[in-house]
């Protein structure tokens, strides 16, 4: 995949670095990164960060440092649908440990793998905010919420069929 | 029935939408502060009692007084929707379902401290609301509440919405300050505070979204008139999120008259504990804040009623109370294990720790490792003294809060629940098969005796 943004995309860079001071583009990096996330398959490799640090005009190890701080930036290749089951208190209380280990055991993958046809990651998250609608799991831009097996079931089947909307 | 100030219009159809937000007297806080001078503003939030809703529960007009203004220096308000306090997901809702009473409460902010850039910092997974809160803004914009020259005042005023990156440390808000910088969000030393030296080293404001939201009423109906409901020192209303559990968990918002126990029991919050279970614990304000047992909760220690505001939840201090905080109200019922949920907020203060002091990040994985063995049969007795010196360690020794956030639910815990802490240990085979239950946490009469 060749790392360059879209015409329309490097309109929309112009666009997030001027909504700070002039000399202050570097505010835009996490947003940046969520962008190249988003275009270049879901993960940063270096040639990635790069590129975002020679857009913003700032040392790649800038980017690097805010790129390994942060947990939605994936650093290593991830499945296509990526399923962060959120684990902390309010999701354990409803559950969510049951559900992990659903996931688990139905697409034969431990926690931080990928299924060998790249189609899922299981990324267990700590708190996502949607702790009275436990349990629960973000996949892409959206959350899955009141999760229950039948529900995961109907996921991973929408996923396969490639209905499922992520972005 | 409770009075509602933020909620009020929340059921209404298309209430997302600009038209019916204004149809329902929406923006005419932005009209009435525009014919105030800036400094009224923020004499009326004072009048108001208004606490910050993000936890701290600091005075917000005292906050906004605080704002250094250097002539020539340009000064910014952040709103800190960074929501990641586990239990806590009240500022999503205001910003999901209420955008437009986020963005007036924004622009009124935005005038009172002379912000004419103002951020919104969300937290990354937060990633749908982004379209919705750039929509509302797009449409103030068009209606001309935003951009130059707003209602002819000469007062100019953008405001961007910033994703993170999935921090929690980034809701502390000097770590919020580095974050939208573009940097690893590790807080800073204070002081200088944010409002002398904030983002780009400029004076800056940082308020939570439901603080910003509450500005709207604040304007509409007067200071006076917001701090007559409530009681004391905790005006005004104040939005819960409940989860757990509950019957019916979710968004209330409470004018802090309310008991605990009618918050819990009655039809109009959480409707009381599902399944014919009976309450063990709670922890009433977001996961850092003291876990109580039933009995503590219900009844302060001197067997009085105990209410949900800041005073009548913190009475006790922590031997026998707790906090406010977020409003993360956290239920659990008689078969949850304390042992395992506070290992579960063990674990996400150690994922959560920014790493720059050392209390604070070994501390963190040191405690999460030690209620681990506890949790899985392989604890010793010695480790909950253990546990008890090590949070002991990391309380007030680090540069920001996240430390004391992480020793609290450990202390609490052990000072409330030790006894099942002790049964863990004492029966490392029976307790992988069952949870230890309600024993003796829902009966009044055993009330510890503060230590």
């Known amino acids: 995949m060749s790392i360059q943004f879209s015409k329309e995309k490097l309109d929309k860079v112009q666009e997030m670095i001027a909504r700070y001071p002039e000399g202050k583009q570097k505010s835009a990096l996490i947003p940046l990164l969520h962008m190249a996330q988003d275009e270049f398959g879901g993960w940063l490799d270096v040639p990635a960060m790069d590129y975002v640090a020679q857009l913003l005009q700032i040392q790649p190890i800038e980017v690097y440092e805010v790129a390994t701080f942060y947990t939605m930036f994936n650093l290593k290749p991830v499945g296509k649908y990526v399923f962060e089951v959120c684990r902390t208190g309010p999701c354990m209380l409803n559950g969510s440990d049951d559900i992990i280990d659903y996931i688990k055991e139905k697409l034969n993958i431990k926690e931080g793998e990928t299924t060998e046809d790249g189609m899922f990651t299981l990324k267990p998250a700590e708190c996502l905010g949607a702790c009275g609608y436990a349990p629960m799991m973000q996949l892409g831009k959206y959350y899955k919420e009141h999760l229950t097996k039948e529900k995961v079931d109907r996921i991973i089947d929408e996923c396969r069929k490639g209905v499922m909307v992520t972005k | ?208 979204v439901e603080t910003i939201a509450a500005v709207v009423p604040i304007i509409n109906n007067g200071g006076e008139e917001y701090a007559k409901i409530g009681v004391g020192k905790s005006t005004g209303t104040k939005l819960l999120s409940v989860c757990g559990n509950v019957k019916k968990p979710g968004i209330y918002e409470i004018d802090m008259t309310c008991s605990v126990e009618e918050f819990i029991y009655s039809d109009e919050y959480c409707g009381g504990i599902p399944n014919g279970k009976r309450l063990k614990a709670c922890i009433p304000g977001g996961s850092s804040v003291p876990i109580l047992p039933a009995n503590l909760l219900l009844k302060t220690a001197k067997g009085e009623t105990r209410y949900m505001n800041y005073e009548s939840l913190s009475d006790g201090g922590f031997a026998t109370g707790t906090m406010m905080g977020s409003g993360g109200f956290i239920v659990m019922d008689e078969d949850q294990c304390v042992v395992r949920h506070t290992m579960s907020l063990a674990r996400f203060y150690n994922h959560e720790s920014c790493g720059q ?7 963190t994985g040191w405690m999460y490792k030690i209620l681990k063995n506890i949790e899985y049969g392989k604890g010793k007795m010695s480790d909950i003294d253990l546990l008890w010196d090590i949070q002991r360690k990391i309380e007030g020794n680090t540069i920001c809060p996240l430390g004391d956030a992480a020793a609290w639910p450990v202390a609490a815990a052990i000072r409330h629940f030790r006894d099942e802490f002790e049964w863990h240990v004492l029966n490392p085979e029976e307790s992988q098969t069952r949870n230890y239950g309600l024993a003796h946490y829902a009966d009044p009469i055993h009330v510890p005796v503060a230590s």
């Open chain 2, 1 to 208: 029935m409770a009075v509602k100030l933020l909620l009020e219009h929340a059921h209404i159809e298309g209430i997302r939408y600009y038209d019916t937000y204004r149809k329902h007297g929406g923006y005419r806080a932005v009209e009435k502060a525009f014919k105030m001078t800036p400094d009224e503003i923020v004499e009326e939030v004072k009048k108001s009692g208004l606490r910050g809703r993000g936890g701290a529960g600091f005075p917000t007009g005292m906050k906004w007084s605080f704002l250094a203004k250097p002539e020539g220096v340009p000064r910014h308000l952040v709103c800190n929707a960074d929501e990641s306090e586990p239990g806590t997901f009240k500022d999503r809702y205001l910003m999901e379902f209420l955008p437009h009473l986020f963005v007036e409460g924004l622009i009124v902010s935005s005038f009172a401290l002379g912000s004419n850039t103002t951020y919104i910092y969300i937290r990354g997974e937060y990633a749908w609301i982004v379209d919705i809160l750039e929509q509302a803004i797009a449409e103030a914009k068009a209606n001309g509440w935003l951009g130059k020259n707003i209602l002819g005042s000469g007062f100019d005023c953008e405001i961007y919405v910033q994703r993170g990156g999935g921090a929690y440390i980034c809701g502390e808000e000097t770590a919020l300050i580095e974050s939208l910088e573009g940097k690893r969000g590790n807080p800073r030393i204070k002081p200088p505070f944010p409002a002398i030296q904030g983002v780009w080293m400029r004076p800056t404001v940082v308020n939570n």
């Open chain 2, 357 to 363: 002091c050392s209390p604070c990040r070994e501390g």
